[in-house]
């Protein structure tokens, strides 16, 4: 009699990417008419099953950003460092250190410098995007221009355009100032808590997620993998320390780590300060794990010491969210 298959074995065969990028690393271009510094961090296809594209704009004092509108793909942002504003169909909102917003298909967005320092933000678009390497000219300054050919072939609107699309067309809207999500106290070793800013249960959104987690000074998260998911990380406070499949590297705010499917990692603290991460989850699971697994989080209460990670965590975060445990951890699931 033939043995049944092992689902789990079967599905940690496959293994995924992983890199780490430092903050000044990343294909260098600028972008529209006024030329604005952008880093390439990942392109579509970079890596296999990561389908986004994510790119740090540097906008000097007083320049705004026009990202336009698409019929073709949703947009996060995310600002890493300054002083802002951003303007979602027109209506403006605060734009600092820690806003997010997620810009769906057909909504128009562009973002402002009103500080006296550099605004750095983060653009992720999951489809295809003039600054996700598609519309980068090659050349000894690479640079992206908007012109009738790409504005038609990716879908580009202008603002008056996407205020004529229906609501049927358009996407999820959300802007969030920081620490404003639901957001779970976590267990020793990883001390610290999630916010969950995008999720299947918090937006009508279930391809992708993110979370943002926060790591008390000597914290860390336990080494783990996840067989059905693929990870992006940006540090945005602090420096953290990870390992990718046993290699270690320092990261000071502003690198970014992929995490693809099964690759051993853990992230910690090392520092004096909190550190955080800005998390994608593609698709999501992981943001789900840590809510079910943590304690609701009210922001007027300190972290609570009595918290103790249950026996079942190691069960639930197997079983149902594809985290995989190493033999030996308190919470192996082999």
Not at 179 to 184: A, E, H, K, Q, V
Not at 238 to 253: I, M, Q, V, W, Y
């Amino acid at each position: 009699m033939e043995s049944a298959m092992n689902i789990d074995k079967a599905m940690e065969a496959f293994k995924g990417p992983k890199a780490v990028i430092l903050p000044d690393q990343g294909q260098s271009f600028t972008y529209g008419e006024k030329r604005i510094p952008a880093l390439l961090k990942l392109a579509p296809g970079q890596y296999p099953h990561y389908k986004f594209s994510a790119v740090r704009f540097d906008l000097a004092p007083g320049q705004n950003l026009d990202l336009m509108a698409t019929r073709l793909a949703g947009r996060m942002l995310y600002c890493l460092e300054g002083n802002g504003a951003i303007y979602l169909n027109g209506k403006k909102f605060p734009f600092f250190e820690e806003c997010f917003a997620h810009v769906g298909e057909g909504h128009y967005s562009e973002v402002k410098n009103t500080g006296s320092t550099p605004l750095q933000v983060f653009s992720f678009v999951f489809g295809p995007s003039l600054e996700g390497g598609a519309g980068i000219a090659d050349g000894a300054e690479p640079h992206v221009s908007i012109n009738p050919a790409t504005k038609a072939s990716l879908g580009l609107l202008t603002r008056e355009e996407a205020a004529a699309l229906s609501d049927d067309a358009r996407g999820v809207l959300s802007h969030q100032l920081p620490d404003t999500g639901p957001s779970f106290w976590q267990a020793r070793p990883s001390a610290g808590w999630v916010e969950v800013k995008l999720a299947p249960f918090t937006h009508d959104v279930h391809h992708y997620a993110l979370l943002m987690q926060t790591l008390y000074p000597g914290a860390a998260v336990r080494e783990h993998a996840h067989n059905q998911l693929n990870e992006f990380f940006i540090i945005t406070r602090g420096t953290a320390r990870a390992s990718l499949d046993g290699a270690e590297a320092t990261c000071p705010k502003g690198s970014v780590i992929i995490i693809g499917r099964n690759v051993w990692h853990w992230w910690g603290n090392p520092g004096e300060v909190n550190a955080q991460n800005f998390a994608i989850i593609d698709p999501p699971g992981v943001e789900g794990a840590l809510a079910l697994t943590g304690r609701e989080r009210r922001h007027d209460e300190p972290w609570p010491d009595d918290i103790e990670r249950s026996p079942e965590t190691g069960r639930i975060l197997h079983e149902r969210y594809g985290f995989v445990i190493k033999d030996g951890s308190a919470d192996a699931t082999a």
